[in-house]
């Protein structure tokens, strides 16, 4: 009955032989990204997952961002190093043991080096929440370093898996539960505690806790105070640290199962490309001949001054620039994923193949560099004309950027095999946000709008007084009565009280600096 299928017409051995080769070709079915680490969660998973939860809820600031994130970023990180510590062997090595683990790794070395940087660059990132006081900033701050922290605990090298290893967290934190549910069972028939009665002493607990609090607390004003600071009220913070508490406790079990199981998020490579030199050289082709055109018509422009432009076009250097950056933004964006593109799957089986790929290539990037001066001094010329903003000092920075990316492409380019490109490009955009946090964006912008109202006589106070408390220290260079009436608004926000878990440097320094603060009215009239 269960006899191996023959292939008829065939000689002896052949059908064998055949089998073999195609099997070398094509794998029957490709390993699973998420593997299985086993199949219960140990009692380390839970418990790292409950202490997430519960530090969530009680140090990470529901107002202002402050110090409460970066405290509880560490202690994620150690629950991640703990689980790999004290999680059995078996549990750490079951995913080593399925038959579809390929043969292949990377090197244990050069992950470990690079979950090393993810860590460090996530909690480099969740620092400046405690540093600056500006939101926008702390926010983007908050999402690049949950990418880092998927990546630091998923992997990834090549653009899927990097693309894959920035949501395996929250991808897995839902998609874990039925192991994370196992695991719980096999707790209480180990002798645990029983799921049911575990959650009715806890309403035991909070009942006993919601009759006792209440009468210590009116027995003594200190400890009022402390029990009103730790211990939301129902009516405005519960719910939110109750979600907080879900969130980061399912989070620490996605981080467990692929602690325990690391990802598999990129694909196997096949070697040789599969576009042949006309199929992919035609539209790169094009594209190199189109931007050449346009180089070369806007050098005259980039270096002929205010006078070529308003003679060529009849437009202002200031309405030139307005009307061009975000095209060119957008072009420097787009041609990055086309260089990517011919890059993978361009054929580079002869020395011909390859030396047309390093030019037309080579050359794309060139010549997008070049755009990317030409989008950076057009917006440089508009912010002199109008004025500095966070929007146009951010998109700025988002050029510099790219003309970086674009550096290390053409860097690749001299070996046409970069495996660490994808890598290195993601690095360095978390990297560029450190930097603009550390540079204080919201006070450069400020520096940067008086410095230009001294020689133009033209400042929107009203946007000053709009960024955060960062700016504080340069307004002290405004003359009475614009200094008062943009400190004012500082003055009585950093009045408010706030919580040891919401501290700023930002804000605290802010604060020094206007304490005491006898100006006039805030809402006066802000217009010079």
């Known amino acids: 009955m269960n006899q191996p299928a023959t292939t008829p017409h065939a000689p002896s051995g052949e059908p064998a032989a055949a089998e073999g080769a195609a099997a070398l070709r094509t794998p029957a079915h490709r390993p699973p990204i998420w593997p299985r680490p086993g199949r219960t969660a140990p009692p380390v998973v839970l418990a790292a997952a409950v202490a997430a939860g519960l530090t969530a809820a009680f140090v990470v600031p529901l107002g202002r961002l402050g110090l409460g994130w970066p405290i509880t970023a560490s202690v994620l990180f150690g629950l991640g190093a703990l689980i790999v510590r004290r999680a059995p062997a078996a ?32 909690l480099a990132l969740l620092v ?30 090549s ?26 069972r096999a707790l209480h028939r180990r002798g645990g505690p029983n799921p049911p009665r575990l959650l009715a002493a806890v309403l035991v607990s909070a009942a006993l806790l919601a009759v006792f609090v209440p009468l210590l607390a009116g027995a003594d004003a200190a400890f009022d105070h402390l029990v009103r600071d730790l211990i939301p009220t129902l009516s405005d913070q519960t719910i939110v640290r109750t979600v907080l508490f879900t969130v980061f406790a399912l989070s620490a079990v996605g981080a467990g199962y692929l602690l325990l199981a690391p990802a598999r998020p990129d694909p196997v490579t ?19 001949a189109l931007f050449t055109t346009f180089v070369v018509v806007s050098l ?42 011919a890059g993978r799957y361009a054929a580079t089986t002869t020395s011909a193949d390859r030396v047309w790929l390093r030019g037309l290539l080579g050359g794309l990037a060139v ?48 070996r046409l ?112």
Request: charged content about 15%.
């Open 270 to 288: 096949t070697g040789a490309g599969r576009l042949r030199r006309v199929e992919w050289a035609l539209p790169v082709g094009l594209l190199v």
């Open 128 to 157: 400046v929440t405690a540093v600056r006081a500006a939101e926008w900033l702390g926010v983007l701050c908050l999402l690049c370093a949950a990418v880092a922290g998927s990546l630091a605990v998923a992997g990834g090298r």
């Open 91 to 122: 549990d750490r090595d079951a995913a080593v043991d399925q038959p579809d683990a390929p043969a292949v790794r990377p090197g244990k070395q050069s992950k470990a080096r690079w979950t090393a940087l993810w860590t460090a660059l996530a």
């Open 300 to 341: 005259a422009t980039l270096f002929g001054g205010a006078e070529h432009v308003l003679r060529t076009t009849g437009l202002t250097s200031a309405e030139y620039a307005r009307g061009g950056f975000w095209q060119l933004l957008l072009v420097s964006l787009l041609t990055l994923p086309v260089i990517m593109v």
């Open 159 to 184: 653009t899927r898996g990097l693309l894959l290893g920035a949501v395996a967290v929250p991808a897995l934190a839902v998609g874990a539960l039925p192991w994370a549910g196992r695991g719980v």
């Open 367 to 414: 010549l997008t560099l070049v755009i990317v001066a030409s989008a950076l001094s057009r917006m440089w010329a508009y912010q002199q004309a109008y004025g500095f903003t966070v929007l146009r000092v951010l998109v700025s920075a988002m050029e510099l950027w790219l003309g970086g990316v674009y550096l290390m492409v053409l860097g690749a380019g001299r």
């Open 417 to 528: 095999r970069a495996p660490w490109l994808p890598r290195a490009v993601v690095g360095s955009g978390l990297i560029a946000l450190l930097v603009i946090g550390a540079a204080n964006p919201d006070r450069f912008i400020a520096e940067r709008n008086i410095d230009r109202w001294q020689h133009s006589g033209v400042i929107d106070v009203d946007y000053l007084r709009d960024l955060s408390a960062d700016v504080v220290p340069a307004l002290e260079r405004l003359p009475e009565p614009l200094r008062d009436c943009v400190l004012g608004r500082f003055a009585v926000e950093l009045a408010q009280p706030e919580s040891p878990r919401s501290w700023n440097l930002g804000r605290s320094l802010a604060r020094a600096r206007t304490a005491g603060w006898t100006g006039g009215d805030s809402r006066c009239t802000t217009r010079p």
